[in-house]
């Protein structure tokens, strides 16, 4: 494989990438080759990114009947909503973070999310 650098000016490269190949077709042997010539730019602009993924935080104990607990990185509001997106719950952290969710018996046995407001921490909760 050949392959050769040229530094044209401070933010443009160029690279000439070529390799041969040898094969044989019934004894008969075949050279290919081929060259190709990539340029390319490169800058400090930002064309694309990945949103952050939350921090997913464990419950104890999960499933549940009664009450949940869980701690957050940081003392915040949580909002818990369950399945079909609906807000079940406003909630405020302890300033030590802890979050303890005690349901009224209204609300169903099912699967509920707890979502701090900067959405960056979640926790799954399953009540039976």
């Known amino acids: 494989m050949l392959c050769t650098y040229e530094k044209i000016n401070l933010l443009r490269y160029t ?4 390799w ?3 094969t044989a077709d019934n004894d008969c042997p075949i050279n290919v080759s ?6 390319f730019l490169v800058t400090n602009q930002v064309l ?3 949103q952050r993924r939350p921090l997913y935080l ?4 999960n499933p549940f009947r009664e009450d ?3 701690r957050l990185a940081s003392p915040q509001s949580v909002m818990i909503v369950d399945g079909l997106g609906r807000t079940v719950e406003h909630l405020t952290s302890h300033p030590d973070g802890t979050v303890t969710w005690k349901p009224t018996a209204t ?3 099912g699967l509920y999310v707890g979502r701090t407001a900067d ?3 979640l926790v799954r909760l399953v009540r039976e």
């Open 20 to 22: 041969l190949l040898i």
């Open 58 to 61: 464990p419950a104890s104990p």
């Open 107 to 109: 609300v169903s046995p």
């Open 48 to 50: 694309a990114t990945s």
């Open 34 to 39: 081929e060259v190709r010539t990539i340029t």
């Open 119 to 121: 959405g960056r921490q």
């Open 68 to 70: 949940v607990s869980f």
């Open 15 to 18: 690279f000439l990438l070529g």
